[in-house]
């Protein structure tokens, strides 16, 4: 079974610009929630989708936003972007919401912004 | 304002030996906690969890114990194997409301052969 998968890998944007990220769960997961983790730190809570609704949303900017689609997938976006959103953003699907169900990462994808 | 605390950054270990790690939380309202690997590369892999409930919970060579009173947990390696080298992420979570992960800086743990 193919684990949950991101792209673009990596990403090079400039300042000012605008950027989408994108998510696949694992079949059958109906939970996507994101993450930014800055080099040295770690993984920081950005979004929590569920059913295609927000269900929680971490310390971020309106800059950041994001959906879920009718099959499960999700889009992370980013406005304006600033030299401090460099980082890796990582996607984890759950099978529902709730803490007792497993968060599985994806490899991440590293924006780097100039 | 970091809620869940790894305060050593490194570790190294000989094979064979015990590898402990450490974390600190301050939130009484966690009540899940849980232990990843990250390798280069790759996202975080689930390792072992925690509920707040118990003390100890043991899954092969890996055993998490809570210390409630203390907010403090740590991972137990034993015995601790090359493959086993990787950063350490200690999380946790709150059953109320969103079940988002918090987590600790890290901890990067080397396994000399």
């Known amino acids: 079974d193919a684990g949950v998968t991101q792209s673009p890998t990596h990403l090079i944007k400039t300042r000012g610009q605008q950027v989408t990220l994108r998510c696949s769960p694992i079949?059958?997961?109906?939970?996507v929630s994101w993450y930014q983790q800055v080099l040295g730190q770690g993984p920081q809570f950005i979004f929590q989708y569920y059913e295609k609704e927000e269900r929680g949303r971490g310390n971020f900017p309106d800059r950041f936003s994001a959906r879920q689609f009718p099959n499960y997938s999700s889009e992370l976006n980013v406005n304006a972007l600033l030299l401090g959103d460099s980082a890796l953003y990582l996607c984890?699907?759950?099978?529902?919401?709730?803490?007792?169900?497993?968060?599985?990462f994806g490899p991440g994808t590293r924006l780097t912004v100039t | 304002d970091q809620q869940v605390k790894q305060n050593s950054p490194s570790l190294s270990v000989q094979e064979g030996r015990i590898s402990i790690l450490n974390c600190d939380y301050t939130?009484?309202?966690?009540?899940?906690f849980l232990w990843y690997k990250k390798y280069p590369a790759e996202g975080p892999t689930f390792l072992i969890s925690?509920?707040?409930?118990?003390d100890k919970n043991e899954d092969g060579r890996f055993t998490v114990f809570l210390n409630k009173s203390a907010k403090h947990l740590s991972l137990h390696i034993v015995p601790s194997q090359p493959g086993d080298s990787a950063v350490y992420f200690c999380?946790?979570?709150?059953?109320?409301?969103?079940?988002?992960?918090?987590f600790g800086t890290g901890t990067r743990l080397t396994v000399i052969p």
């Open positions: 939130n009484s309202m966690f009540d899940y």
């Open positions: 999380a946790a979570s709150a059953r109320t409301g969103a079940n988002n992960l918090f």
């Open positions: 925690i509920s707040s409930i118990k």
């Open positions: 984890a699907s759950s099978l529902a919401f709730g803490s007792s169900y497993e968060q599985y």
């Open positions: 079949s059958g997961h109906k939970s």
